[in-house]
């Protein structure tokens, strides 16, 4: 077992043991289940000209632990991916989500913790396929664990005091991703709930960032906001910041500021907008959803500065909801996807303007997805900008009692400023039939179709996968 997987799974067990001291007179839930699947392919290395059929078999044993204590909570979703591919760039592909929240002392001092393994596309120019089996050397298992002490002092009704610290580490299966840590402080200082329509308050914020992509972010700012009705109020900070990190830029540092005002005309409906200025240029802000008894609507857009780092420890290992927010089962049965294939995982400091908009809409039996995210990356470090696009739309529908249906496609372009454009469409049916109780077969056809302007990186694949779920 490599050093990297060790590390996590022993801050999983910290983190398991930890809690389960407050929740072992808990309510604890758990499910177990094993995933039994053959795959075919016709290209395994998704080769432009030199396709190579495959036959894959994978075992899949998978868990899903709940503990919920007075004081402490613990959720944990695993799976080990065993393949027998004599291409894939690995034969054992774990995945693994786990949070978990402690009360050390009452009202006052809380620890939380997580521990993730998600498998990411290294560079998104370059093929990698949906998932680990195909033989690609551009995929990644990125490990990654965070611990985060915190406290909150109330000064009765007037103010509310609160500080957090949060280690960051992050390890990568690939050697030519770096690994990483960060570690990172807030202290602010807000108003208490004697306050009903004026609110204030001010925070100090520092995070230092190490490995290949170092950077160091001090900032501080004050805000105030004023709630007029129900329904609308504004809000706004100003502060300064103080950044180190590698640039092309004469300065770093400069005042920052920020408005936005925020409509609520009901539990169903809430719309931010907002703008403000930063080094770097301007940063509007939208924040938009409507939800009806069927439907789900949102649009966002942001402009903020990040690396690939801070993004990848953002993900979630596994799925635990769908588009309209309701709670699914995390296990699918399906090979382990790839979690991120729209950006690139690169190393500096980068201004990342991101559209995201989707639609659901869901009936007794059947339930349509439409989504749309547009990613423009500009790199402080001079490095050519990067356009990144995905497009999807998803169908399913319950037939019966026991079969279910599905459809998908999924488009996703890259483009880099003058060099390269790469555009990838996928296509997907499958179909499910309940067995018993505890049982599910499940088939599935996918079609992935890609054109670059590099022709090396074009290709095509067919794959055919029959998938055995079974509880135990």
Avoid: C
């Amino acid at each position: 077992m490599s050093r990297k997987l060790n590390n996590v799974l022993a801050l999983g067990a910290l983190l398991g043991g930890a809690v389960s001291v407050s929740v072992s007179a808990a309510d604890w839930t758990s499910t177990k289940s094993v995933t039994l699947s053959e795959i075919y392919t016709d290209n395994a290395d998704l080769s432009h000209d030199q396709q190579r059929s495959e036959l894959i078999t994978t075992i899949t044993p998978n868990l899903s632990l709940q503990g919920k204590g007075g004081r402490a909570n613990l959720t944990l979703n695993a799976s080990l991916e065993v393949n027998n591919s004599s291409g894939a760039s690995s034969s054992f592909n774990p995945r693994l989500g786990a949070d978990g929240d402690v009360e050390i002392l009452e009202d006052f001092l809380f620890v939380d913790a997580s521990a993730n393994i998600t498998q990411n596309t290294v560079d998104a120019f370059r093929p990698s396929g949906t998932d680990r089996l195909s033989d690609t050397d551009n995929t990644t298992n990125t490990y990654n664990y965070q611990i985060s002490p915190h406290f909150t002092q109330r000064y009765k009704g007037v103010a509310e005091l609160t500080g957090r610290y949060t280690h960051n580490y992050q390890l990568n299966s690939d050697n030519d991703v770096g690994d990483s840590s960060s570690q990172a402080f807030v202290l602010s200082l807000n108003n208490g709930t004697d306050f009903k329509q004026l609110t204030w308050g001010g925070s100090l914020n520092y995070k230092d960032s190490g490995g290949d992509s170092s950077s160091e972010l001090l900032s501080t700012d004050a805000n105030l906001g004023y709630k007029f009705n129900r329904s609308w109020q504004v809000r706004g900070s100003a502060g300064f910041e103080w950044n180190e990190f590698d640039t092309q830029r004469s300065d770093n540092d400069g005042v920052r500021w920020d408005m936005s005002a925020i409509w609520t005309p009901s539990s169903r409906t809430s719309l931010n907008i907002g703008y403000g200025d930063r080094f770097f240029g301007s940063t509007p802000t939208l924040d938009f959803t409507h939800r009806s008894r069927r439907s789900l609507f949102s649009a966002s857009y942001s402009r903020e500065l990040t690396d690939s780092a801070s993004l990848l420890s953002e993900q979630s290992a596994f799925n635990t909801t769908n588009a309209a927010g309701q709670a699914i089962d995390p296990i699918t049965g399906d090979p382990l996807p790839l979690t991120n294939s729209t950006f690139n995982i690169a190393d500096g400091v980068f201004v990342n303007e991101k559209f995201q908009l989707s639609y659901t809409l869901t009936g007794k039996r059947s339930s349509l997805t439409v989504g749309a995210s547009h990613s423009i990356q500009k790199f402080e470090s001079g490095r050519t900008d990067e356009t990144l696009e995905k497009y999807s739309a998803s169908a399913s529908r319950r037939l019966s009692s026991v079969l279910d249906m599905d459809l998908g496609y999924v488009l996703s372009r890259q483009q880099r400023d003058g060099d390269e454009d790469a555009i990838t469409s996928e296509y997907s049916a499958g179909v499910a039939r309940k067995l018993g109780k505890d049982s599910r077969l499940k088939l599935t056809y996918r079609f992935i179709d890609r054109e670059s302007d590099d022709l090396t990186n074009d290709y095509q694949e067919n794959r055919l996968q029959l998938s055995f779920t079974t509880s135990l």
